[in-house]
């Protein structure tokens, strides 16, 4: 899926989740991250095209470990023994971009080194996605003016 498409997911989750953590602004930054890490294994994602990325583009496929729960997990345990204010943002914004990602053609293996496969019905950036990307717009403006501004939520 295509970065626009997971942080308008992730919008959604830090509106619902915000209000039962602490740190806020800690909590929304860490979402975003753990968003966009896991396509970072791309060099044609919005950030991983860029040369920083691309060793590890070279020790790892696209949608392989970092594209599962093992690297999720994993990152998220290291953060929470290191600076563990961070570590449940990363994890949700992780994880929701594993589980939409599943939804496409090329899908995930969520459980590397296993070889088992999750994956849908539809392709990155292609019109489903495009429908979903809108879809979850108009959900975001809607839940946010719920929440923000007229607290009814
Ligand atoms: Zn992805």
Do not use: C
């Not at 979402?31 to 790892?60: E, M, T």
């Not at 971009?97 to 496969?117: A, C, N």
């Amino acid at each position: 899926m295509l970065l626009k498409t997971h942080l308008a997911f992730a919008f959604l989750l830090v509106i619902f989740f915000l209000e039962h953590v602490n740190n806020k602004i800690i909590f929304v930054l860490m979402v975003i991250l753990g968003s966009i890490i896991p396509d970072l294994d791309s060099g044609f994602s919005s950030w991983g095209r860029h040369l920083i990325f691309r060793p590890l583009q070279f020790f790892v496929k696209h949608r392989g470990i970092v594209h599962s729960f093992t690297a999720a997990f994993a990152i998220s345990l290291f953060l929470a023994f290191t600076w563990p204010i961070t570590s449940l943002g990363f994890f949700v914004g992780y994880s929701v971009h594993l589980i939409m990602d599943s939804f496409t053609y090329e899908g995930v293996q969520p459980f590397w080194p296993l070889r088992t496969k999750s994956k849908g019905f539809f392709k990155t950036g292609g019109r489903i996605e495009e429908s979903i990307f809108f879809s979850l717009v108009m959900i975001d403006i809607v839940v946010f003016f719920l929440v923000f501004i007229l607290n009814q939520v």
